[in-house]
DNA sequence: TGGGTAATCATGGGCGTCAATGGTATTGAC
DNA sequence: GTCAATACCATTGACGCCCATGATTACCCA
């Protein structure tokens, strides 16, 4: 399984200690790094994390200049600049820089966020905020995604 | 069979058990992630169910949307945020979380509803409810689907 | 066609395992 | 020597696995 998936929220203790949830341990473990990339969101009080190899892509993107305009060309050299890996102890944990806990305004507990190819950590209660905006948002105007065929590589007509 | 189909009703246990319909998981037997994906609908007060293969599709389609869009966001966060694996044991059996059961009224018995490559988990009088009401609406303004062609190209099952 | 049997599936409960969590010890850098 | 980072250990509580039972269905054969 390749996705991030689910919202789990858990503890950060003293030490700015916090578990990774196992599930996104298991997408990750595939991967060469042994932990998480994590900056600061410029959109949100939250914190973006992903996999190495999303970051590559990211770079891939930001080098084309097509794909990408001057200004998120901008954003991603705040992201690489941003970036920290933390990787995780034996038992599944990463610890939480200062800085970084303080953008997000988390003190006592973490949410870990599933976004499909990333994810982000809040503040519990700060999260539970913005998703009921969101919700809210999405009853008065339902969104829709246009779904892409089945078939891996198959074109329709 | 690769569809969803029919409408099975299961008993809830006192540990917040149910079994998954025979023919459902013979659906999804195919994929290497042996349970079902479920989020919360954000228009009806029942369960989305899927398989990853279904979620993967919804990850490619969001691709398709620029990265850090708000419109990217608002997506990710009520279905893959919302989105749970729920793996059945032995006996294909999943545990329903509280706040999912609290979402779609259900207490001791839910009904699988096959929507095609989806289903939806309704409590049984609610769906009862919005069956007759969808059947009303449907006599008063017969709904049509433009078939599409029986593509000649694409391999049998 | 009817009875009997086997197989499949839904359901209930006990128990072991692992993930999350908190604390202590050890290592290493300044 | 002090501080911080990380490895190690110990606890507990949820959930995943196992067995047992009941009910329904499918199948076989006389």
């Known amino acids: 399984m390749g996705l991030f998936l689910s919202t789990f929220v858990n503890k950060v203790d003293r030490k700015g200690r916090v578990s990774v949830p196992a599930s996104f341990r298991a997408t990750l473990s595939v ?18 994390g992903c996999g ?46 200062e800085d970084v806990m303080a ?15 990333t994810f982000q950590i809040w503040e519990p209660e700060s999260y539970r905020a913005a998703e009921a905006e969101i919700r809210a948002r999405a009853l008065a105007n339902r969104p829709t995604l246009p779904l892409r065929p089945k078939a891996p590589s198959q074109e329709p007509r």
């Open 31 to 48: 991967q060469p790094f042994q932990g998480i990339i994590a900056y600061r969101s410029f959109a949100h009080a939250c914190i973006e």
């Open 103 to 117: 953008h997000a305004g988390i003190t006592e507990a973490a949410a870990f966020v599933g976004k499909g190819q």
């Open 52 to 97: 190495m190899d999303f970051m590559e892509r990211l770079s891939d993107s930001a080098q084309n200049l097509d794909a990408f305009s001057p200004e998120h060309d901008d954003l991603s050299a705040l992201i690489f600049a941003d970036a920290r890996q933390l990787a995780w102890d034996p038992e599944g944990r990463i610890l939480l820089p």
